[in-house]
C-alpha cells in the first residue's frame, strides 16, 4: 500500500490527511492549513489554499499535485501545469464522487491497494439510516456577510444522508449570501454552525438565532473527505440531535 518513490504535493486538506495515512513519505509539500494528520513528517509548507507559493512548489520537484475545483483557484492550477506539474483536479459534491476522488487521489499517488479506513468509511456510510421525520435545517458557513450552504454541496448530501434536508439546497448558488432576517424568518428546524470555514463557537453564531435549535458541528466531519469520513456518521448523528 505504500507511496514510496511518488512525490506528492497536496493543496487540499483533507486529501493531505488521505494520503498521509495511505502513503506514508509521499507527501513533500501542503498547505499552511493542512492540521491533519498532526505530524506531517518533513513535507513543506507551501502556503494557503487559495494563494499557494507556486514557485515553492516547483522548487520540490512533484512528481504530483492534487487539488480540487473548489478549494483551488485556476489560475495557480494553470500556472503549475505551465511549469510542468502534473496537476489532479477531483471535483467532490457528492458522497458517492468523494469515494471515487479518493480511489482515483490515492491511485495516482502509488497507493496499490485500497486501505482499511476508505472500506471502513463506505461501511459506515451504507450503514446510515436517515432520520424521520426529515427535519429542515440552515447551514451558515460565514458571517459578515451571512452565507449559508446552498445547492450541490458535499456537505448537504452528508446531511440529507442523516435526514436533515437544507433549506437552501434549491437555490440558484451553492453558497448564497443571505441577509439574517430572512435565515431567521425560514423558521428550521435546526440551525447548524460547522467550525469551518467560519470558526462558529458557543459565543459566536448561537446569540444570532435566538429561541431557535441549534448545533455546533465539527467542520472536518461534515466537509472533509478522507479518513474522518468513517467516524463521520457517528459524530454528526451525536451533534444534530
Not at 435565515?183 to 460547522?194: F, N, T, Y
Not at 458557543?202 to 435549535?213: R, V, W
Request: proline share 9%.
Amino acid at each position: 500500500m505504500s507511496g514510496k518513490g511518488v512525490r506528492v504535493v497536496s493543496l487540499v486538506p483533507s486529501l493531505t490527511e488521505a494520503v498521509a495515512v495511505s502513503a506514508p513519505g509521499a507527501l513533500v509539500g501542503v498547505t499552511d492549513w493542512c492540521t491533519h494528520p498532526a505530524d506531517l513528517g518533513v513535507a513543506v509548507r507551501v502556503g494557503g489554499t487559495k494563494n499557494p507559493d507556486v514557485e515553492a512548489v516547483v522548487d520540490l520537484r512533484p512528481d504530483l499535485v492534487i487539488a480540487n475545483e473548489e478549494e483551488n483557484r485556476g489560475p495557480d492550477l494553470d500556472a503549475l501545469r505551465a511549469a510542468g506539474l502534473d496537476v489532479l483536479v477531483t471535483g467532490i459534491r457528492t458522497l458517492d464522487q468523494a469515494f471515487a476522488e479518493l480511489d482515483r487521489v490515492l491511485a495516482a499517488c502509488g497507493v496499490r491497494s485500497r486501505p482499511a479506513w476508505l472500506d471502513a468509511a463506505e461501511a459506515a456510510w451504507e450503514a446510515v439510516i436517515p432520520d424521520e421525520p426529515p427535519r429542515t435545517a440552515v447551514v451558515p458557513i460565514w458571517r459578515r456577510p451571512w452565507m449559508v450552504l446552498g445547492s450541490d454541496t458535499f456537505a448537504g448530501d452528508l446531511l440529507a444522508r442523516l435526514g436533515v434536508r437544507n433549506v437552501y439546497a434549491g437555490h440558484a448558488e451553492r453558497y448564497p449570501r443571505v441577509p439574517l432576517d430572512e435565515l431567521r424568518a425560514a423558521a428550521p428546524d435546526l440551525v447548524v454552525l460547522p467550525d469551518e470555514p467560519y470558526r462558529f463557537t458557543h459565543d459566536d453564531g448561537p446569540e444570532a438565532f435566538p429561541g431557535a435549535a441549534v448545533a455546533l458541528v465539527d467542520g472536518r466531519h461534515l466537509t472533509w473527505y478522507g479518513p474522518s469520513l468513517a467516524e463521520a456518521p457517528r459524530v454528526l448523528r451525536a451533534a444534530l440531535r
